[in-house]
């Protein structure tokens, strides 16, 4: 027993002794490589582009020099072009000014151990130099400097069927200072290619066809609707043409159907095809054409709702043919708007006609005030029982919201003379066989006589043109 213990002591010492054997060697491999990268560069360290591992100063510098002297510069160029700059060509020389020494003290030697699997890159662009006037000669030499073809935007352009995508030119136009920035870079850092496409030294398109794609996109759905405004005998059509012209942008820059200049445009149909108080030239019963201006009477496009109406048709591209909203409406939307069914008054012969289809139905003298305006109206109600001034109208057609026409028992028209004065002052006008105090309140109506009333009332309808005039 007391044997094997001996022998167990033994090992044991034994394996102790070989641990602090291998721990001081450990220790002492540790701090000769602590010592030896103290003067040489760790594994993997390049400087200027060259692999400088296990180097010392001397040798690195030696190597720089060495490097730098047969050095060449590859400058590709757009479309796989080539070209160079040697050494020679701009007297590139390497100096030695402490910058290696500086990069031996700065490595991080104490963990040298853990350097083999790591890279390192150094640049000492302050120890290379180069003639600056032989290297503006290089730089002027480059043929990428002179065969400049200007680049082009993408751009968006209209054909037969809708907007296509016209894609930007690169072109090979070289901006200069990049160009000789990066090269300097190169010659100092000991970088062997620039290129220039990589580096970005060429002018680019500052637009491309990706980024239209979603606009062009946009355009051909916003555009891909034809509207038709029936007007009668006169169309006006709302196509591509014209909507492309009211495409514009929001805040964000995001492409938008424009709602004002879609009003303008409508407020352009109003000023065209709205007929109410615009002058009219109208044939007279006796055959004279004049012109009548003024009135109630008329078409009127509500512009703000038919704004609304014709922004969403579009939106929805909805091909239509339509009329617009109407904030009032006449007997036709032809040019003539007064059309053929009409009652006519001549305020200067005191005569009413009233044409069915263009023909006369009822032809009758009338009598009238001074304050009856002229103009184009429309019978706006049809009333029975109405009081005028002191007697009761049994029919009353009113044109404006306080006048009308209306028939009178009393009237006699044969009393009527072109010098007598009538209840209101007024001469060359009427005259009414009754008793005067029976006309209060009705200065500016039209009256009739009874019969010629009762006749008249049953043949017009609401809304029928009625033309006022003095010659």
């Known amino acids: 027993m007391a044997e094997e213990n001996r022998k167990m002591s033994k090992g044991r010492k034994i394996l102790v002794g070989f641990i602090v054997v291998l721990f001081l060697l450990t220790i002492g491999a540790y701090f000769f490589g602590v010592y030896y990268f103290t003067k040489h560069f760790l594994p993997g360290t390049q400087v200027n582009g060259f692999n400088c591992s296990y180097m010392t100063q001397e040798e690195t510098e030696k190597l720089l020099a060495e490097k730098t002297s047969v050095y060449v510069l590859a400058v590709q160029t ?19 000014d402490g910058s290696v020494n500086r990069m031996l003290h700065k490595q991080k030697r104490f963990q040298w151990f853990l350097a083999f699997s790591q890279h390192k890159s150094w640049e ?8 600056e006037k032989l290297f503006q000669k290089a730089i002027d030499g480059l043929n990428c400097l002179k065969d400049n073809q200007e680049p082009s935007d993408a751009y968006i352009k209209e054909n037969e069927d809708g907007f296509e995508i016209v894609p930007e030119v690169e072109g090979t136009k070289v901006d200069r200072e990049k160009l000789q ?33 979603s606009d062009c996109e946009q355009m051909n759905e916003l555009t891909d609707v034809v509207i038709t405004y029936d007007f009668s005998d006169r169309k006006e059509t709302v196509d591509r043409t014209l909507i492309k012209e009211w495409l514009g942008r929001d805040e964000d820059g995001s492409l938008i159907l424009d709602k004002d200049a879609i009003a303008s445009y409508v407020g352009q149909l109003a000023s065209k095809y709205d007929t109410v108080g615009t002058d009219r030239t109208f044939s007279t019963y006796d055959n004279r054409d004049i012109t ?9 496009i509500d512009q703000p709702k038919e704004t609304d109406a014709l922004y969403q048709a579009i939106l929805d591209k909805k091909t239509q043919v339509r009329e617009p909203v109407y904030a009032q409406k006449a007997a036709s939307r032809d040019m003539n708007d007064i059309g053929y069914s009409y009652v006519e008054v001549s305020l200067t012969d005191r005569r009413l006609v009233l044409y069915k289809s263009g023909t006369p139905v009822v032809d009758t003298g009338i009598a009238i005030s001074s ?3 002229d103009g184009v109206y429309s019978i706006e109600e049809k009333k029975t029982g109405v009081s005028v001034g002191n007697m009761t109208a049994d029919c009353w057609l009113s044109f404006t919201d306080d006048l009308g026409i209306y028939g009178d028992p009393g009237l006699n028209l044969s009393a009527i003379t072109d010098t007598e004065e009538d ?5 060359d006008y009427v005259d009414f066989s009754s008793d005067m105090t029976d006309w209060t309140g009705t200065e500016g109506c039209i009256v009739l006589p009874e019969e010629a009333a009762q006749e008249l009332y049953q043949n017009v309808e609401t809304g029928m043109p009625v033309v006022v005039y003095k010659f």
């Open 371 to 373: 304050s009856t305006p």
């Open 423 to 427: 209840s209101f002052g007024n001469t």
């Open 78 to 96: 757009r479309g796989n072009g080539q070209e160079s700059i040697s050494a020679d060509q701009i007297d590139l020389k390497y100096t030695s």
């Open 124 to 131: 000492v662009s302050a120890s290379v130099s180069y003639n």
């Open 181 to 213: 920035k990066d090269i300097s870079n190169a010659v100092t850092t000991g970088r062997t290619v620039v290129n220039l496409e990589v580096d970005e030294c060429y002018v680019n398109p500052l637009i491309y066809s990706d980024e239209l794609k």
């Open 292 to 300: 009548v201006s003024g009135g109630t009477y008329g078409w009127l």
